[in-house]
């Protein structure tokens, strides 16, 4: 859960965003780098009384301002394609929720169950309980297993919308007509909030998504309950 005054990314809840964290750190160090030294040249070529009657022709260095940044940007592409084939990576997952965006609620089913589905919709400020957050909870929440791969098959009924999860590592855009799907593995129990990350009308602000990563055992009675409700 984001704070006020926060610098930084989310606690990673899942392997996948625990990378990007690894990966943002080393690209932020990299970055640090290349810009203390080209302060630390700018000044020195500022304040300096000295001249070099060689400044104009160097062989030596001419190789090395070209070589420097390649390797520099090889040092950051191989581990983000390694993150990019990571996040496309679905290997058997345990269970599939189909989310659809509308206008302006989400709606999910348990495409593993036969009649397991329902509408989530944005609590009203009024109606907020105490501790609650004031435009990320939602009537019903998406309840997943803990340590459980989850593959989740995105579309929306009408505009383009995008389902994102800041701690899970997650957003894909929903496309009318288009399936679109991405997967995560909750690492520890948790409420997880993010919301529609596409603007997608007047109350595009209003739609959040509340992902409850609960242990196995919580989640089949979770379900039990819901198939009776049904």
Known sequence: ??????????????????????????????????STLVLYIIVAMVTTKLTNKF????????IIW???????????ALPSLRILYLMDEINDPHLTIKAMGHQ??????????EDLGFDSYMIP??????????????????VVPVESPIRILISAEDVLHSWAVPSLGVKMDAVPGRLNQTAFIASRPGVFYG????????????MPIVVEAVPLE?????????????
């Open 125 to 142: 400020t009024q109606d907020l309980a105490p501790g609650q957050f004031r435009l990320l909870e939602a009537d019903h929440r998406m």
């Open 66 to 76: 070209t070589l420097l940044p390649a390797i520099i940007l090889i040092l950051i």
């Open 1 to 34: 859960m984001a704070h006020p005054s926060q610098l930084g990314f989310q606690d990673a809840a899942s392997p996948v965003m625990e990378e990007l964290l690894h990966f943002h750190d080393h690209a932020l160090m990299i970055v640090f780098l290349i």
């Open 104 to 113: 302006w609620y989400w709606s999910y089913e348990y495409t593993d169950y």
């Open 218 to 230: 919580h989640f089949e009675n979770w379900s039990s309950l819901m198939l009776e409700d049904a």
């Open 55 to 62: 400044i104009l022709d160097s062989q030596e260095i001419e």
């Open 195 to 206: 919301q529609c990350s596409e603007i997608c009308g007047a109350n595009h602000s209003f």
